[in-house]
Nanobody, 124 residues
Framework: QVQLVESGGGSVRAGGSLTLSCVAS????????????LGWYRQAPGKQREFVAS???????IYADFARGRFLVSRDNGRVAVDLEMSELKPEDTGVYYC??????????????WGQGIQVTVFS
């Protein structure tokens, strides 16, 4: 059974930091998440879900413009997890953050599975 379990959300004052983690389990066609692209999206109230960052099987990171320089995405194939270290947080970073496992070695946009989402609230 494929599962993505997120943790680490919460409330933080603007300028602060939070780290989100997502542990991926289960195999698709015999392939574990170690061979898939992992990443993060977010959805603010009243807005569409948007891409935040991803990291490929080969550890190549990609960032949305708003995340570059403030967020750091990493993966740990021992834990089979993807982490998102967020710093210099702004109120506009508030939203529900979703972990995604894409069934592709390099493309977060491929079909995949989603975590249940975790709330991040940044207050001023």
């Amino acid at each position: 059974q494929v599962q993505l379990v997120e943790s680490g959300g919460g409330s933080v004052r603007a300028g602060g930091s939070l780290t989100l983690s997502c542990v991926a389990s289960g195999k698709i066609d015999g392939i574990s998440a170690r061979s898939h692209t992992l990443g993060w999206y977010r959805q603010a109230p009243g807005k569409q879900r948007e891409f935040v960052a991803s990291i490929s099987k080969g550890f190549r990171p990609i960032y949305a413009d708003f995340a570059r320089g403030r967020f750091l995405v990493s993966r740990d194939n021992g834990r089979v997890a993807v982490d998102l270290e967020m710093s210099e947080l702004k109120p506009e970073d508030t939203g529900v953050y979703y972990c995604k496992r894409a069934y592709d070695e390099d493309d977060i946009g491929a079909n995949g599975d989603w975590g249940q989402g975790i709330q991040v609230t940044v207050f001023s």
